[in-house]
């Protein structure tokens, strides 16, 4: 069998572990990272559409009004490693970067994969090891001592946790984090999935979790592929207004998402699985109130009735020909299935009342970050320390914390992940 030492060990090679064994190393300490999968950061290569959307150049007072559900306890790690911080690490491993709209920050090669080659490269003073996957942690006195499914061992008085959560794990995290964390005595808060499509009642069959693999029924082929920009929409939990967002969402073949849709998802997600009734609202003429819409809505109705190329038409053509004014051509159908008796003088009201039940969504195996993990409560934020076990450390997705889409989330990762490899180094001095 094989035994290794080391001072400090990291389990998992994602954005968290390899920042963390990037500050780690810095120093004397003798560094290891244990990787399950073939190759580090499988997960970084999927990010933004594969362009890896890395930070946000926020402030922390805007930055933290991005993350769930405890933002002061990320205050430390924000502020070990800034958004700031973070893109020059880059720049020194030869990384340029790219700010775009909403404060984003991307590799200027539009790569995800250069921000992995350049996180290895922060990381190379630790040794790495691939295809070694963690299976149990036991403590001795004051050691950690691992066992991995390849029958080595290793041992370190300092142990990094950065096992990520359970979206796409096909990835390799597939929430071991949370499974040791519970074996040493730490609450695990239970995991939801979150940024991910909210399917609505009759666009699939099922409920509850709706794999993204089930088919799409008539109404849902109407909707997809519709993307509606600038409109409003109202999260209604057991029938009262819960989460107002305004902005774009898409349908697709999973079911509702798009900046707006990922953005009540985790209250949706969490309410549909405590059993409350889940609802939306779109208002798809936000910017105007109701009766100044009516009015123009009858004012069009009026032109396009004495249009000669309408005018001889029945009342259904012409209602179909102003619907098709008002909103994109391909939108008109699963509007009129919604609102089968709607006529031009009540459109105003169903354009800014479009009610859907939801009536589950797509779990782990296509959202974007995992709700819940472990819990705040009992971690150190100015280290990432245990509070319960000496020498044992967590940062990035196993902990219970996620954001909101942005680049939100691997900064928590790297900022994180960076204070934990910091702190397990200081300590051993
Ligand atoms: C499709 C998609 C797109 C995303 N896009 C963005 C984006 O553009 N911007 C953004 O901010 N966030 C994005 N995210 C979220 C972001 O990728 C995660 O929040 C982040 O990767 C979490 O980092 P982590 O290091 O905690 O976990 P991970 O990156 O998941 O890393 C965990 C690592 O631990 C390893 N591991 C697990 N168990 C073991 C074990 N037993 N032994 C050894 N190794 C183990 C895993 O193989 C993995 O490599 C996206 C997520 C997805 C799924």
Not at 326 to 351: E, I
Request: glycine letters at 10%; hydrophobic letters at 35%; one cysteine or more.
């Amino acid at each position: 069998m094989d035994n290794h030492n080391y001072d400090i060990i990291i389990i998992g090679a994602g954005a968290a572990g390899l920042a963390a064994a990037a500050s780690a190393s810095a120093g004397n300490s003798r560094v290891a990272v244990l990787e399950k999968m073939p190759r580090p950061a499988r997960k970084v290569m999927i990010t933004g559409k594969g362009r890896c959307n890395f930070t946000n150049m926020k402030s922390w007072s805007e930055f933290s009004e991005h993350l769930h559900p405890k933002a002061a306890f990320a205050k430390h790690s924000f502020y070990a490693l800034t958004p700031e911080n973070l893109v020059e690490l880059f720049k020194e491993n030869g990384l340029e970067s790219v700010v775009e709209r909403g404060d984003r920050v991307f590799p200027s090669s539009g790569k995800a994969c250069d921000v992995v080659d350049t996180l290895v490269r922060a990381a190379s003073s630790a040794d790495l090891f691939c295809s070694t996957e963690v299976d149990d942690i036991q403590r001795e006195n004051d050691i950690f001592v691992l066992s991995c499914k390849d029958g080595s061992r290793w041992t370190c008085t300092r142990l990094i946790v950065t096992t990520g959560g359970l979206s796409y794990p096909l990835t390799g995290s597939t929430g071991d984090g949370y499974r040791w964390a519970s074996a040493l005595g730490h609450t695990v808060r239970p995991q939801l999935p979150s940024l991910t499509a909210i399917v609505p009642k009759g666009y699939k069959d099922g409920s509850g979790h709706i794999s993204r693999e089930t088919p799409l029924s008539e109404y849902g082929r109407m909707l997809n592929g519709i993307s509606l920009k600038n409109i409003s929409l109202t999260l209604m939990i057991d029938g009262n207004p819960a989460q107002d967002e305004f902005g774009d969402i898409d349908f697709t073949d999973g079911g509702l998402e798009g900046p707006i849709g990922f953005k009540i998802s985790r209250r949706c997600v969490s309410a549909i699985s405590s059993g409350s009734k889940v609802g939306i609202v779109i208002d798809l003429k936000p910017a105007v109130s109701a009766e100044p819409l009516q009015s123009r809505i009858s004012a069009l109705f009026d032109d396009i009735s004495k249009n000669p190329k309408f005018r001889n038409r029945h009342y259904r053509d012409r209602l179909l020909v102003l619907l098709g004014r008002l909103m994109p051509s391909a939108l008109v159908k699963p509007f009129l299935a919604d609102f089968p008796g709607t006529d031009h003088k009540r459109l105003s009201r169903d354009l800014k009342n479009w009610r859907m039940d939801i009536a589950g969504y797509v779990g782990y195996e296509r959202c974007v970050v995992t709700n819940g993990g472990v819990s705040l409560d009992e971690v150190n934020s100015k280290t990432l320390e245990s509070k319960l076990v000496p020498g044992l450390y967590f940062a990035g997705e196993v902990l219970d914390m996620d954001a909101d889409t942005g680049g939100y989330n691997l900064h928590f990762a790297f900022s994180s992940g960076h204070l934990a490899g910091l702190s397990a180094a200081k300590s051993l001095k």
